[in-house]
């Protein structure tokens, strides 16, 4: 079958990888990818959220599956777009309904949904503009830190950790005054949970559901996880404190109870859904929804899970996901992620990439690369995703950084700590 990949990161090479060893695939198309899926199938110099410029290119090529990759066509209605539209309503599209994105597209949405369904979550309120004074007093009551989470997206960065409630406050005021632009005109005010974090995948026809090999990220841009949030410095996968008895938890309080809220909600879901979970005591929590895989956890979970990814989103249309067993590799994986300098602030662009060719053991994922007269240079904050197995972590995190040392390009810059907190 012929398959358009929506999406130009790390995340989206990972995918491009998984999809070109299936025997289904027949061609593959990425848009807009980057000089890595480039190596994979054609890129296409097409927005993804441009949905009539896809549909024209989805007619015009035969494409059969729309494989979305980031949230935002998600949030947009790209599910919906396909749908009603009758020249492209048999087309398969890998992600949900623009219902069922409100998941990931509004943290308030989000907190209602969970509360509704006593799925375990840190108690909050929400507040708009309007509601400044009311806001600030709700802050005033609370125990620092205090969490504040941008309503809409804001490209991984909406959530602020403050640590004293006069910080918190100025913080809140700006989000409301347009920090994060439309993104923060709805702000969330959450307790602060104190635990170990961990994220969790299924891929659910909105029926059924499979769950994939789980990892933990490290977002924060500093050693020893201090300063900003990032999108995401490495993963690991899998969690050794995530035993049975954790899964079992998981499964029965937030996994299960999510699926029947969207069935409620009468929402079609044909795709990923990532649960950012923390651990509080042995009691599992979530922190926040996302409706598509994660990056850079995308990284470690597609190169340990031993099925045919193709295959597993055609189950989801045939109504036959329940059929399929779900391999894993039982070795780890560990990512390091290698950004540009200054990131997650004001970074350059268009810095010349060199030593990809002498990476020997770990898969190279590009994130935020381009192919520039045939030379690869710089193209984002996050540039190059290094992977690596090992018979532990440890171990394949040290194979990730024995390679970062050979990738070079003007400021570079990456976390040498990745899994220290384990």
């Known amino acids: 079958m012929k398959i358009l990949l929506l999406g130009s990161g790390g995340r989206e090479h990972a995918f491009a990888w998984k999809i070109r060893q299936s025997p289904f695939c027949e061609q593959l198309f990425i848009a807009p990818g980057n000089a890595g899926t480039a190596s994979l199938g054609v890129n296409v110099p097409i927005n993804p959220n441009d949905f009539e410029a896809i549909g024209k290119f989805v007619q015009d090529k035969v494409v059969d599956m729309v494989v979305v990759g980031p949230e935002e066509p998600l949030v947009n209605g790209i599910y919906d777009y396909f749908k009603n539209t009758p020249a ?93 632009g439309q993104a923060s005109s709805r702000v969330v005010v959450e307790e602060f949970l104190d635990g170990i974090e961990f994220s969790v995948f299924v891929i659910t026809d909105g029926n059924k559901y499979k769950r994939l090999p789980i990892a933990k990220d490290y977002k924060r841009v500093g050693e020893g996880d201090t300063g900003l949030n990032t999108g995401g410095m490495g993963a690991i996968s899998p969690v050794l404190f995530v035993d049975d ?142 992977t690596s197995y090992g018979e532990d972590f440890q171990k394949a995190v040290a194979l990730s950084l024995k390679n970062a040392e050979k990738v070079q390009y003007e400021g570079k810059y990456y976390r040498q700590d990745i899994g220290f907190d384990l």
């Open 88 to 180: 492209l309503e048999q087309v398969r599209v890998i992600g949900p309904s623009k219902t069922g994105a409100q998941l990931e597209g509004s943290k308030a949405f989000a907190k209602r949904f969970m509360m509704e369904r006593d799925i375990p979550t840190a108690a909050y309120a929400e507040f708009t503009s309007e509601q400044l004074e009311e806001g600030l007093d709700y802050i005033e009551q609370q125990s620092p830190p205090v969490v504040l989470k941008a309503d809409g997206l804001a490209a991984g960065k909406g959530v602020l950790i403050c640590q004293s409630v006069e910080e918190a406050k100025t913080e809140f005021r700006a989000m409301l005054a347009g920090k994060f």
């Open 245 to 386: 008895q954790l899964k079992a938890k998981v499964e029965n309080w937030i996994i299960s109870p999510t699926i029947t809220g969207l069935q409620e909600l009468g929402a079609p879901y044909k795709g990923f859904l990532f649960f950012g979970l923390i651990k509080v005591g042995n009691a599992p929590y979530v922190i926040e929804y996302n409706c598509r895989m994660g990056d850079p956890e995308t990284e470690v979970v597609f190169p340990r899970l031993e099925n045919d990814i193709v295959e597993l989103m055609m189950a989801l249309d045939d109504g036959k996901l329940g059929e399929i067993e779900i391999k894993n590799d039982p070795r780890a994986a560990a990512t390091v992620i290698l950004v540009s300098g200054g990131y997650p602030g004001p970074y350059e662009n268009g810095k010349i990439i060199s030593g990809l060719d002498e990476v020997e053991g770990s898969i190279v994922f590009h994130a935020g690369t381009k192919l520039e007269d045939g030379q690869v240079t710089t193209n984002g904050g996050r540039v190059i995703a290094l």
